[in-house]
């Protein structure tokens, strides 16, 4: 089961800053949280990471709660290309071989109007 | 293009019969992962390979799927006898296995199958 848990739809203005939430109170010390994103029929596509600092790119920035139990993704100027499904994750272990797997929820459905 | 490809980007299959599909990661990756979406879901993990060696496996991936991954490269992954449930995009990532945390999967188009 997913860890995370987030808002099935939002709505945003173009141009404007779209603020995604995400909870994720059972996290361990250890987990990063990890955003993807997934544009109609595309895979999903990495944005960003982080484990207690706030994290920034040229994509988005993300901010984390100091308790680590939820955190926000911030995209700055919204555009309608950013219309996507977006994944707050955090990752579980595989017991072999050391990796990780993406455990997905539903996501929120972003939606950004003109 | 150097991202993840992925054939063929749909396949359309009567109940019953085989199907294959192929990925090919990132050159140098050494991670590949197998995902399955249905319609309105999350992707969910099938399998990964570490180079050749696949090492874990989901419960979802029944006896009738079978994923390879010959010389640590390109993957397959086969669907014997079809079913309809079987109808899910088939989504393959890589990640270059430097580091156990951390890491960015690169996520192909997928594999859009239906079962009729």
């Known amino acids: 089961d997913a860890k995370t848990t987030q808002p099935p739809s939002m709505d945003c203005a173009e141009g404007r800053a779209a603020n995604l939430p995400c909870n994720h109170s059972?996290?361990?010390?250890?987990?990063?949280v990890y955003w993807y994103r997934q544009i109609h029929s595309q895979g999903p596509q990495y944005i960003i990471h982080g484990l207690k600092n706030n994290e920034t790119n040229e994509m988005a920035s993300l901010i984390i709660t100091e308790d680590r139990k939820s955190s926000t993704l911030i995209l700055p100027h919204a555009t309608l290309r950013d219309t996507a499904v977006y994944y707050c994750?955090?990752?579980?272990?595989?017991?072999?071989?050391?990796?990780?797997?993406?455990?997905f929820g539903k996501g929120t459905k972003l939606t950004v109007n003109p | 293009d150097t991202g993840v490809s992925q054939d063929p980007r749909h396949k359309i299959t009567k109940r019953g019969q085989n199907v294959t599909f192929r990925c090919d990661p990132i050159?140098?990756?050494?991670?590949l992962y197998w995902y399955r979406q249905t319609l309105g879901q999350g992707p969910e993990f099938l399998t990964y390979f570490q180079n050749e060696a696949q090492l874990e496996k989901s419960r979802l991936l029944s006896d009738r799927f079978s994923a390879e991954r010959p010389k640590g490269s390109f993957s397959t992954l086969e669907i014997q006898r079809t079913e309809q449930g079987d109808s899910a995009m088939y989504l393959c990532a890589s990640s270059t296995g430097q580091t156990r945390t951390n890491e960015k999967l690169f996520f192909g188009s997928g594999t859009q199958l239906s079962v009729l």
């Open positions: 050159s140098e990756h050494n991670r």
């Open positions: 059972t996290i361990s010390g250890n987990e990063y």
């Open positions: 994750i955090v990752r579980v272990a595989l017991t072999q071989g050391g990796s990780e797997k993406l455990v």
